[in-house]
């Protein structure tokens, strides 16, 4: 399957997206009262959107992280079940979540940056952890059986001068979460050599706490590990539990779209490939800018089977 993040561009600009969010100060003027209503106006929007993904032939899609604004704010957060349209909200989650699975669509996440389970300061994990769990919360109002098949990817995040001890943490830290969370997590290679590549991550990580490794191809183009595509593409699908198709993230650089001869890690509005999967099996996120219009660009050429 090939799919696309947050935002439909042909919807958006008929006034349907699920990122309507607000600041500080709008809520502590208007409440959460006017809170709830973005959140039903968020989710009606990605109702509309899976029936659109679904006329299309796409089902593959992730999630916007602002469908529930302030959610896991230390101060401001709430609980659904107080919000003043509860019963819809919790209703719209679940219509999202039976569609997703009776029309076999593949939903995910992917949690801010600010999402550090390595980091050396335990507010910043805390508050990680905080938010990473209203992301499985999303998948349980929706249904979904814990698994990566629903992933919630993340990265390692900093080296802080000490990658093998960054490491260790977010390792340690993988134990505070809970077991349906655990469940869900996956990650990265990073775009940055003195981050984490596939041997990395599968070495420190995968090794040690067993979730499976999300393969970026754009990424390894900047942090190989010293391994090839296809040995950094198949190590990771390695790391998956039987059963459920391996993801990977799809995209070009932006530079050499633009004519230069150097790649940057920026991602390009469009996708061309093809794509080489060496004769496996993925799904795909194709995460340029354009979104579902770059499915449309993309050569297809080396197919994927399509889940019926």
Request: hydrophobic share 35%; proline share 5%.
């Amino acid at each position: 399957m090939y799919g696309y993040a947050c935002i439909n561009m042909g919807l958006r600009e008929e006034g349907i997206y699920t990122n309507r969010t607000l600041r500080k100060k709008t809520l502590l003027d208007k409440g959460y009262d006017y809170l709830s209503e973005m959140i039903v106006a968020n989710l009606t929007d990605l109702v509309t959107i899976m029936h659109h993904n679904e006329r299309e032939g796409i089902r593959f899609f992730r999630l916007s992280s602002e469908i529930f604004p302030f959610w896991s704010h230390p101060e401001f957060g709430y609980n659904l079940e107080d919000l003043a349209d509860a019963d819809t909200i919790l209703s719209l989650l679940k219509e999202v979540g039976d569609f997703a699975t009776a029309h076999n669509h593949r939903l995910s996440t992917h949690p801010g940056p600010f999402n550090v389970l390595a980091s050396p300061s335990e507010s910043v994990v805390a508050k990680a952890i905080l938010d990473l769990e209203c992301h499985s919360k999303i998948f349980d109002y929706m249904g979904f059986t814990p698994s990566p098949y629903n992933k919630i990817n993340i990265h390692v995040g900093g080296a802080y001068g000490e990658p093998e001890a960054a490491l260790a943490r977010f390792c340690e830290n993988f134990k505070r979460l809970s077991p349906n969370l655990q469940a869900r997590l996956t990650v990265e290679n990073d775009d940055r050599a003195n981050l984490y590549s596939t041997l990395d991550l599968y070495n420190h990580v995968h090794k040690v706490i067993g979730i499976p490794i999300v393969f970026d191809y754009h990424h390894h183009i900047f942090n190989t590990g010293g391994q090839s595509e296809q040995e950094a593409l198949e190590l990771a699908i390695s790391t998956w539990p039987s059963g459920i198709t391996p993801a990977v993230h799809y995209s070009e650089s932006k530079t050499i779209h633009q004519g230069d001869d150097k790649a940057t890690p920026a991602h390009s509005d469009l996708v061309y490939g093809p794509i080489a999967f060496y004769g496996n099996t993925v799904d795909v996120m194709i995460e340029a800018k354009h979104k579902e219009k770059a499915i449309a660009s993309l050569d297809k050429g080396i197919s994927l089977p399509i889940h019926e």
